[in-house]
């Protein structure tokens, strides 16, 4: 008895240390902070091609770069932003929660969760290296013919480095789908789950059921460009439209991937800082299996201007305006989970709001998209690329950056500080709207996408875009200098600094090795804000939790 | 709930809509409708905006005033009301949208069948209609002839109200190519850089691209329509408000796509009669000549880094008949 014990206590006090982060290491927390990281630094590289593309679009004229140097950067910005940022830092955020808050030691398969994440490094690189051979430019779409036609190598190694980071990406979704249905305490039922978790269950099925279409789209793609076959050229008789199709097939699930993750951290974030219950759990966690569903149904409404018949194009147009529902039931529901409660409005709380607010945007606009005859209209307009941007940032992004602000005291055991936090929250907020908002109108009055030579009379909004997106640069640097500032010196935050009654926050911060110093209890649902309050006395929930520490030992 | 409550609530939401009403209306966001399929486009786009306006109004306005009202005030510990839902408000809040999106589907459904979305001659689509064929002609640039046949098309076809008016519409071939679109005209001949047409009129057109995907659209009749190599497309349109338009490419085609532009002009059928004779006295001379004379001034600028030049123009193919 007392060897085992202490075996497990010098297990215990093994401390990780900073090369750990460099090593390929199966601890599924060393895993999710290596995603985020490695998808930072490529979220600020998509962002330094971001800022060039709109000096290009400051002036009509093409002038800031070449033309077929824009293309590229439009091109590496788009796949970089999805590939390697979004769909990698929702992976990143899910590696490190699941395990904790189902309460188990590591993912299902932690070796595999390892080499899935180091398949994104090299992924990452070789579409950098793209460059010294002339980068893909023909979009992250990537439509043949002319994918054919542009700069075969760049385009082959974008294809090759898409296919690295689709893998990787299944791996993920293996382990996420595993360890969700079988790693879970034994008293936790799927109810008992956080909304985090239903919507990576949602999220991994996606990745799962489209991502192998998209790679078998680009290895035909592949064979096209090197040995001349004809799947998608028209000159031998291949189908361009077959490879929008099964394009689309992911792509449009891959906006649900991108974005499902980050519904869930905002159904955790709002209730811990509004001290509320979630506002109609079940609705919430089956919206995001609708969702999941609903999404596999929708693509080709990115393809209502393309080959595509009348009737095709109506049965996509009801598909894609019933998705609103469940989307719907998730805004309302959060707007009336903070409804009456006790906000603490600090910087996980303002990118919280701020994500339902930005989000909404992009949820309208997303309607009237499905509509045929309007879609006619402004499809491959600034209109679609202003409803992208505000799904795709006003969405996944300040979902992330207030998913970092409301667990980072859990993953380092520092507080960020709240002046930069409110600082980067406002610059982030303003430029976003200032570059998005009037694309819309943009779109609208016949402005095109991807292209560096535009009509004089759209300039004046141009150059409102192009400020709102330097502002956007400069809101990354408070947050590089709060994350540095607070991991070396930050403010010490408890085991649970939120009073939250996730099980992630029933342990350490940063948790032990093998998250639990003991099995963790099941002593309240995901959400009970406010519900003991009422009957026991106005404990608060520190002392419940202490209280039933002591009952256990 | 108090009488003070309910009249303040029904203030807001009297407020929420006219504000949306106002908006969905009067807002100036979209460029001139030029055809009667244009203006019912802008109605779904002005009901559209009225619904997003209101639920874009109700939603921000729960957001600032809870950031105001719930704030947490300093020194309270506690937690708030322990709702964990209620069954009817989201049966209420999932049903409106259900039913709003119902009717922005009819209505969609509605003006897509007036605009000949669902013409089975436009609509259908039975893949790609012949192999394309290959040409080693010009610059390495692989030049591809589509191929017409007579009915398999898609896209927007003839609308039921002028099919029932049996009025003949004006043919036109359009053929994208990077980075100018060709346009023919079939019963006199003509080959244009510019599409000219009688107000009045349906037009047809029979889209069709020659190398990379392209897309002709104009923003003031609200169409568009991809043309897809191997494929034939097609759009129809009444034009009823005279003027110049863009005709831009709207599908990435290029370093170029930028410049890919042409105009519309929408004139008189006198106007329109003399510019047909104009052109056929100009072309019984030299094809080159009218092409050059569509060139667009942005392409110019670009035209010799391109590879474009006279040689190029002659090796266009004069037309597909």
């Known amino acids: 008895m007392t060897t085992s014990a202490e075996t497990s206590l010098s297990e215990q006090e093994e401390k990780r240390t900073w090369t750990d982060y460099f090593t390929f290491n199966t601890d599924h927390k060393v895993i999710g902070i290596q995603y985020l990281v490695t998808s930072f630094i490529f979220y600020l590289i998509g962002g330094a091609l971001a800022a060039g593309i709109r000096t290009e679009l400051a002036t009509p004229e093409s002038d800031f770069v070449s033309p077929e140097l824009y293309n590229q950067m439009f091109t590496v910005h788009g796949t970089v932003m999805i590939f390697l940022w979004i769909v990698p830092a929702g992976a990143g955020l899910a590696n490190y929660l699941i395990p904790l808050m189902i309460g188990a030691k590591d993912m299902a398969f932690p070796r595999l969760n390892a080499v899935a994440f180091w398949m994104i490094p090299p992924g990452g690189l070789l579409l950098m ?36 980071l689709g893998t990787s990406s299944i791996l993920g979704a293996i382990n996420f789908l595993a360890t969700i ?46 040995v001349d076959t004809s799947f998608f050229d028209p000159t031998g008789g291949g189908d361009p439209i077959v490879y929008q199709h099964m394009f689309w097939f992911y792509s449009h699930p891959a906006v649900y991937i991108m974005i499902l993750p980050f519904f869930g951290a905002i159904s955790e974030i709002l209730p811990v800082h509004a001290r509320k219950p979630i506002f109609g759990y079940r609705a919430i966690a089956f919206s995001s299996l609708a969702i999941s569903f609903l999404g596999l149904i929708v693509w080709a409404h990115h393809m209502f201007s393309s080959g595509t018949p009348g ?35 600090n910087s996980a709380m303002l990118f919280g709001m701020g994500f339902v607010s930005a989000f909404l945007i992009g949820g309208l606009s997303g309607v009237m998209l499905a509509s045929v005859p309007f879609d006619i209209h402004v499809h491959d307009s600034y209109f679609i690329v202003a409803h992208l941007h505000y799904v795709l940032f006003g969405g996944s ?70 400020i709102g997106s330097y502002i956007l640069a400069v809101s990354t640097f408070p947050f590089l200098i709060n994350l540095v500032w607070s991991v070396l010196k930050g403010k010490k935050a ?27 209890v099941l002593w309240s649902g995901p959400y009970d804000y406010g519900v003991d309050v009422s009957e026991e006395n106005d404990q608060s929930v520190q002392e419940l939790l202490s209280d039933v520490k002591a009952d256990m030992s | 709930m108090t009488t003070a409550n309910k009249l303040t609530i029904i203030s807001i939401a009297i407020a929420i809509a006219i504000i949306s009403l106002w908006y969905g209306q009067s807002n100036a966001l979209l460029p001139v409708a030029a055809s009667p399929e244009a203006e019912a486009v802008d109605g779904i786009f002005q009901l559209m905006m009225t619904v997003a306006t209101g639920l874009f109004l109700l939603i921000e306005g729960v957001l600032i005033y809870s950031a105001i009202r ?65 040409t080693n002609s010009n610059q390495g640039l692989e030049g591809l002839i589509a191929s017409v046949s007579d009915y398999l098309a898609l896209g927007l076809g003839e609308s039921p109200a002028n099919r029932s008016k049996n009025l003949t519409p004006l043919s036109v071939d359009v053929n994208a190519i990077q980075y100018a679109f060709l346009f023919t ?17 349906p037009v047809r057109l029979k889209i069709t691209a020659g190398d990379v995907i392209h897309a002709f659209w104009v923003p003031q009749l609200r169409v568009k329509q991809d043309a897809v190599p191997g494929r034939e497309a097609q759009i129809s349109f009444t034009p009823q408000r005279t003027g110049e338009y863009p005709i831009i490419c709207a599908e990435l085609c290029g370093p170029y796509h930028g410049a890919m532009k042409t105009q519309l002009i929408v004139e008189s059928q006198q106007a329109y009669q003399s510019w047909i004779d104009q052109q056929q006295v100009a072309q019984s001379q030299s094809l080159e000549d009218a092409v050059a004379v569509g060139q667009t001034d942005p392409l110019n600028a670009y035209a010799e880094e391109i590879g474009v030049n006279q040689q190029t123009l002659e090796q266009l193919p004069p037309h597909t008949h």
């Open chain 1, 129 to 164: 290296a793209s460059f010294f051979v002339g980068a893909p430019q023909a979009g992250w779409t990537s439509y043949p013919p002319l994918s054919l036609m542009t700069g075969k190598a760049g385009e082959e190694i974008w294809i090759l480095s898409i296919l690295i």
């Open chain 1, 181 to 226: 249905l079988k790693m879970r305490m034994p008293e936790m039922g799927f109810f008992d789950l956080p909304l985090f978790c239903w919507s990576m269950l949602a999220t991994a099925a996606m990745i799962l059921i489209s991502t192998p279409v998209l790679a078998a789209a680009l290895i035909m793609l592949s064979f096209d460009l090197i």
């Open chain 2, 70 to 134: 719930f704030r947490k005030k300093p020194g309270d510990e506690t937690d708030g009301p322990p709702v964990e839902g209620n069954v009817l408000i989201e049966i209420v809040w999932t049903a409106i949208p259900t039913v709003i999106v119902l009717i922005i589907s009819i209505y969609s459904f509605d003006v897509y069948n007036a605009m000949g979305g669902l013409d089975p001659e436009a609509s259908r689509d039975s893949g790609p209609q012949q192999v394309a064929e290959k």
């Open chain 1, 311 to 345: 009737w095709l194009r109506m049965f996509f147009m009801a598909t894609t305006m019933i998705i609103a529902v469940p989307t719907g039931i998730k805004v309302f529901g959060w707007c009336a989970t903070i409804w009456g409660g006790k906000i603490r409005l």
């Open chain 1, 397 to 466: 992004v300040l979902g992330l950056f207030a998913a970092i602000y409301h667990w980072f005291p859990k993953m380092t055991g520092k507080y960020l500080n709240e002046t930069w936090g409110r600082i980067h929250f406002v610059l982030t907020f303003i430029g976003l709207n200032l570059t998005f908002l009037p694309m819309h109108q943009l779109g609208l009055e016949g402005m095109n996408r991807r292209i560096a030579i535009y009509d004089a009379e759209f300039q004046t909004l141009n150059i409102i875009c192009t």
């Open chain 2, 185 to 201: 005209y079939g019963e006199s001949g003509v080959v244009s850089g510019e599409l000219h047409v009688p107000v009045g009129q």
């Open chain 1, 494 to 520: 408890g085991a649970n600094p939120w009073k939250a009654l996730t099980l992630e926050w029933q342990t350490a911060s940063p948790p032990l090795i093998e998250n639990f110093e003991e099995e963790p």
